[in-house]
């Protein structure tokens, strides 16, 4: 027998000293530290993740830290047939828990797993991503990650898992910054999160609005158990615009009104996340709130007059000021100043005044060959009496009246300035176009036809010199803050069309969101629809009832497709149209891009009942009208 060979290593070269390297030769020593760079959380790669093992499914089970743990088995059809045909390929997250590995995230995979192991009787690995056990907060932030990333998880689950983080021990910034949020938009989910149980139940049943659970952040627990114990009670339980007046004692005084420093101030403020601007809020104790805010306002009038005006008035609290009996004059010239305060807590400067009859008089006296200015001057009491000023101007109003209906170009002038800045019998406001489902709010607010009427509204405005009116306190009531004779005075010197197009511009953001109204304008107009809309995705996410999927599927596929669908779940069908549009998975002529729905088509209509359909049933009932006047 001949020895066995045994086999050796080749012996490396011996390298060459560092010395006798070039510069060229020497190769730079790179180190890890130097490599590193912060890398944003990843699902391949979570906190705390370490190589990918294969693990048997009998030693895999959810783990409570799933974000949809102790739910209801998911759908798998869409997934089941690769699984059934090649197993699982994307890896699990896991960790160990007890005897086990629990699944973080990859619920619906372990389920698809589950179901072949069944249908198969053969034993099921799985490839798993293994986490370190004991970072509950990483394995949380990865199940929301997963399914927000590839399950669309709801308002309510997306407020529980935020919550669970946060009670977890997780920072504000820390969850926005793993999810890509603003620190605010965490901020303002996690109060919705931290409204009472009973409440949010109540939300997601819409037995309450989105606006009134926003006001609902601004209360106390104590607050919140008195407006539940209202709401189970025969009293009336106040919502909307009603809670926030009730949570803030009636007055609703904003922060943004204070002329003092609110850091400074001892009482309480109920803070509103949802304010126009971040760190607004509300007084709760409005006698409080008046107290310091009428030391302020004696503040400010005497810094006034020691800055040289001769006279500094503070009106009551809720006069107002009669603008039209006063003219400017500068401080030099013996102009007042008249300090306005509002019951909402905001204060007006209005510098530089003097009532007309007293430059009347000074004019007498420093023009004095003016006779006008001196019997002006002379004036002891009013020319005019109560009662006759008030019998002229009644009778001057009636003439003029009358003479508008010879003169439509200045009517049409007049209507479009008393549209935009108002006056004592007008009161314009924009239509409100928030809803209270955020992505509904989004979606609107970036289609064609909104982006539109915001440019259109720039420009005009710009042309006019106007700016949109932004009140501290409560909605607009105008469309354009500015003086009416002013914008009156700008109107007559326009063309009649560039007239038309101010007063389109105002008509279409004072368009009255009845139904009735808006089909009556849209059978005038004909918009093409198809152009200004398409269905998108806050679209499918609140489309919901199976009955009307289902005929919309019979609409965009005809009946056997319906039919083959007609037990599937919202969800599935949801997909078959969407699909359908796209053009994915079926042929070039089953593709449906243009597809609208009934309820979007210029003539709108209904799918189940058009008196549960209040497009289509406006509709019905402009075409009545119409008709009769016809």
Same mark, same amino acid.
């Given at each position: 027998m001949t020895a066995p060979q045994v086999k050796t290593r080749p012996q490396r070269a011996a390298k060459p000293a560092a010395k006798e390297m070039t510069p060229t030769q020497r190769k730079p020593?790179?180190?890890?530290? !130097?490599?590193?760079?912060?890398?944003?959380?990843? +699902?391949?790669?979570?906190?705390?993740?370490k190589v990918v093992k294969m693990i048997d499914l009998k030693d895999l089970h959810v783990s409570k830290l799933n974000m949809r743990y102790g739910e209801d088995a998911p759908d798998i059809d869409n997934i089941y047939p690769s699984v059934l045909a090649s197993g699982v390929n994307q890896s699990l997250l896991v960790r160990k828990e007890g005897k086990g590995y629990g699944v973080i995230a990859g619920r619906r995979r372990w389920y698809a797993l589950t179901r072949r192991a069944a249908e198969t009787g053969q034993p099921q690995t799985a490839p798993c991503l293994v986490m370190q056990s004991g970072d509950d907060i990483a394995a949380m932030e990865a199940s929301l990650l997963e399914n927000v990333a590839r399950l669309p998880s709801t308002e309510m689950e997306q407020l529980a898992a935020f919550k669970a983080l946060a009670d977890a021990g997780e920072t504000v910034e820390g969850i926005a910054t @793993?999810?890509?949020? @603003?620190?605010?938009?965490?901020?303002? %989910?996690?109060a919705l999160a931290n409204v009472h149980g009973d409440i949010l139940a109540l939300y997601e049943t819409e037995e309450i *609005?989105?606006?009134?659970?926003?006001?609902? @952040?601004? !209360? @106390? !627990?104590?607050q919140q158990a008195a407006w539940l114990e209202l709401w189970r009670g025969d009293d009336y339980a106040p919502q909307e615009s009603y809670l926030k007046d009730w949570l803030t004692g009636g007055a609703s005084i904003e922060t943004c009104a204070a002329l003092f420093n609110v850091a400074s101030y001892p009482g309480n403020i109920i803070s509103d996340l949802f304010g126009r601007?971040?760190?607004?809020?509300?007084?709760?104790?409005?006698?409080?709130?008046?107290?310091?805010?009428?030391?302020? =306002? !004696?503040?400010?009038?005497?810094?006034?007059?020691?800055?040289?005006?001769?006279? %500094?008035?503070?009106?009551?609290?809720?006069?107002?000021?009669?603008?039209?009996?006063?003219?400017?004059? *500068?401080?030099?010239?013996?102009?007042?100043?008249? =300090?306005?305060?509002?019951?909402?807590?905001?204060v007006t400067v209005r510098d530089g005044l003097l009532h007309k009859r007293d430059i009347a008089r000074i004019d007498a006296i420093v023009r004095p060959n003016d006779t006008s200015a001196k019997a002006s001057a002379a004036m002891a009491k009013p020319e005019m009496s109560g009662?006759?000023?008030?019998?002229?101007? +009644?009778?001057?109003?009636?003439?003029? *009246?009358?003479s508008l209906l010879d003169a439509p170009g200045v009517a049409l002038r007049v209507v479009v300035a008393h549209m935009l800045v108002g006056s004592d019998r007008w009161t314009c406001e924009p239509t409100k176009t928030t809803s209270r489902k955020e992505t509904t709010t989004e979606s609107v607010a970036a289609s064609v036809s909104a982006v539109r009427l915001a440019e259109e509204r720039q420009t005009v405005f710009d042309s006019l010199g106007l700016e949109k009116e932004t009140p501290c306190y409560g909605e607009p009531k105008h469309l354009a803050t500015g003086d009416f004779a002013a914008v009156f005075a700008s109107m007559l010197a326009q063309e009649d069309a560039t007239v038309m197009r101010v007063l389109a511009l105002a008509m279409s953001q004072t368009l009255s969101s009845d139904k009735t109204i808006v089909e009556a304008v849209c059978m005038a107009t004909a918009p093409d629809m198809d152009t200004l809309w398409s269905p998108d995705d806050a679209f499918f996410d609140i489309l919901r009832d199976k009955r009307v999927l289902n005929a919309m599927l019979r609409e965009i596929g005809g009946k056997r497709l319906a039919d083959s669908m007609v037990s599937e779940p919202g969800t599935k069908q949801k997909t078959a149209l969407r699909n359908r549009i796209a053009g994915v998975g079926v042929t070039p002529e089953e593709a449906k891009p243009d597809w609208r729905p009934r309820w979007m088509q210029t003539r709108p209509g209904w799918y189940v009942e058009r008196r549960t359909c209040p497009p289509a049933q406006g509709a019905a009932e402009v075409v009545k009208a119409f008709k009769a006047d016809a």
């Open positions: 020593r790179r180190t890890a530290k !130097a490599k590193a760079k912060p890398q944003p959380p990843r +699902l391949e790669a979570p906190k705390g993740s @793993t999810f890509g949020l @603003t620190a605010l938009r965490v901020k303002r %989910v996690l *609005s989105h606006r009134s659970l926003r006001y609902m @952040t601004m !209360a @106390t !627990a104590e601007e971040e760190g607004s809020g509300y007084f709760q104790d409005a006698d409080l709130f008046w107290e310091h805010q009428n030391r302020a =306002i !004696a503040a400010k009038a005497d810094a006034m007059r020691a800055d040289g005006w001769g006279n %500094v008035t503070v009106l009551e609290r809720g006069e107002s000021f009669p603008n039209w009996d006063y003219g400017k004059r *500068s401080k030099e010239a013996g102009g007042h100043v008249f =300090i306005e305060v509002g019951h909402d807590g905001s009662p006759i000023a008030e019998y002229v101007r +009644l009778h001057r109003h009636a003439i003029v *009246s009358a």
